[in-house]
């Protein structure tokens, strides 16, 4: 393109107050001409409903370009209660957002759920030990509310947050792992999230610890996720719940590090294995035990580095993610701005 219609293009995007001039540029040498002028996106040049789901609780929030979120919203929600009252709390629950967000122009929303999501069709997928059947929540929401609507699961947004708006922005490979409630995973390949088949990719707390372990609600055996989640240390401290574990791990209590300790060197051992078959440069840990100078990164490390020789020969770094708390709502505002506005996907 000829600078002419560069300059059309930039003067077109700052009209419709897309972009923001955010003043000269210095520059290395002088030169004829206009100086530079440094160009980002203006803050309200897409606002998305974000809604974000664990094991416990929904979340809604309101963000920006940056990825900058604001909770509008969170509550309580039991599975057991049947899928039909779920669909409808989810439904009211972000009708009320919307109104209370008039003065904003919400250009689509994204979805960070618990299990299988069909991603290209919009499809919440069943859960049998709880008689749900598959669901086309993507399009039953289009329809409801009235704007566009794209669901995936919710460690995938997570990853695709990280891409959008931390670490992974100058990445082109990574791994996301989440270590909550349950364990999941997202991985980056060649600047694009990796899905995998119909139902994605990512189980790595489904991958196999121990084969002659406790049977998991997936139906194997000895899944990871039942020896290193925030549950199953939980249990294995007999705490009260992951709260009681947490305080515990900040107050320095030896027997909750030791535990952490212990999760951390299991993660890293399945990493490993994981790490041998297909290497990334970065691995990024996230939940609310991820945080630099943890028991649990150091031992993911050390187990890590001991078991692969490939992380050994080309090094991989662990770090923890730098969204914070907000990586769920941050996540599914990047599930909607990265294919309603960068990709202008419809789907479902």
């Not at 897409?46 to 920006?64: D, P």
């Not at 919009?122 to 008689?131: E, I």
């Not at 490939?310 to 941050?330: C, K, P, Q």
Request: charged share 25%; glycine share 10%.
């Amino acid at each position: 393109m000829t600078p002419a219609t560069i300059s059309n293009l930039i003067s077109e995007l700052l009209d419709e107050t897309l972009v923001m001039e955010k003043g000269n540029l210095e520059e290395d040498r002088r030169r004829a001409g206009r100086k530079s002028v440094a160009l980002a996106f203006h803050p309200n040049a897409c606002n998305t409903l974000a809604v974000h789901m664990n094991a416990r609780e929904v979340q809604i929030g309101l963000a920006n370009i940056h990825g900058t979120v604001q909770t509008l919203r969170r509550y309580e929600i039991s599975l057991e209660s049947g899928q039909s009252a779920f669909i409808e709390r989810l439904i009211s629950e972000i009708d009320a957002c919307i109104a209370e967000s008039e003065e904003v122009t919400i250009a689509a929303i994204g979805l960070g759920l618990v299990g299988l999501v069909h991603f290209e069709s919009g499809t919440y997928l069943s859960k049998d030990h709880l008689g749900w059947k598959d669901v086309p929540l993507a399009a039953l929401l289009r329809e409801r509310l009235g704007l566009p609507v794209y669901i995936d699961n919710n460690i995938r947004t997570m990853t695709m947050g990280e891409k959008m708006f931390g670490a992974g922005r100058t990445l082109t490979d990574f791994l996301l792992i989440y270590i909550g409630p349950g364990i999941g995973s997202g991985l980056v390949i060649g600047d694009r999230l990796y899905r995998g088949g119909s139902t994605g990719a990512g189980e790595f707390g489904h991958m196999t610890y121990n084969p002659d372990g406790p049977i998991c609600h997936c139906g194997n055996r000895g899944c990871l996720e039942r020896y290193t989640s925030l549950t199953a240390i939980a249990s294995e401290l007999d705490a009260l719940d992951e709260e009681e574990l947490l305080n515990r791990v900040r107050q320095s209590d030896r027997q909750a590090h030791e535990a952490v300790s212990r999760a951390g060197r299991r993660i890293g051992t399945v990493l490993a294995s994981y790490l041998n078959m297909f290497h990334v440069p970065k691995v990024m840990v996230a939940g609310p035990l991820a945080e630099e100078g943890s028991p649990l990164l150091e031992e993911i490390r050390r187990e890590l580095y001991d078991r692969s020789y490939l992380a050994r020969r080309e090094r991989v770094e662990v770090a923890a993610s730098e969204l914070g708390e907000n990586i769920g709502l941050i996540g599914a505002a990047a599930l909607a701005q990265w294919n309603e506005v960068f990709e202008h996907r419809r789907l479902g």
